[in-house]
Nanobody
Framework: QVQLVESGGGSVQAGGSLRLSCAAS????????MGWFRQAPGKEREGVAT???????????EYAESVKGRFTISRDSAEYTVYLQMSSLKPEDTALYYC??????????????????????WGQGTQVTVSS
């Protein structure tokens, strides 16, 4: 059984930065997906970023359009911790951020980590609040 624990949330002013961390206990295969999702009050959960390691040490990432150029997802070499570096934060980034993990999903004949998938394992979430 995999457990995920997020940390690093907090309150910042618009334009500020935060770094979220997600530590996994239990076995995570390097080719599995790890990612970040968020849910704002009154809104549906949305995918923010996902990452997996492909052949060799090539990492494949996917970002929501709303965070491209501002957020960076990364994964440590041991594959058990995933990070989300968030910069140029906006009030609309305010949400409860969740870490998720699970096997890749078949998408048009290839195994990927789509933002829309419902992964097997989820953390409890860490709150990010951005004030204007």
């Amino acid at each position: 059984q995999v457990q995920l624990v997020e940390s690093g949330g907090g309150s910042v002013q618009a334009g500020g930065s935060l770094r979220l961390s997600c530590a996994a206990s239990g076995y995570i295969y390097s080719g599995d997906c790890m990612g970040w999702f968020r849910q704002a009050p009154g809104k549906e959960r949305e995918g923010v970023a996902t990452i997996y390691r492909g052949v060799g040490y090539s990492y494949y990432v996917e970002y929501a359009e709303s965070v491209k150029g501002r957020f960076t997802i990364s994964r440590d070499s041991a594959e058990y911790t995933v990070y989300l570096q968030m910069s140029s934060l906006k009030p609309e980034d305010t949400a409860l951020y969740y870490c998720a993990a699970g096997p890749r999903v078949a998408v048009t004949g290839a195994l990927k980590c789509p933002l829309q998938a419902n992964y097997n394992y989820w953390g409890q979430g860490t709150q990010v609040t951005v004030s204007s």
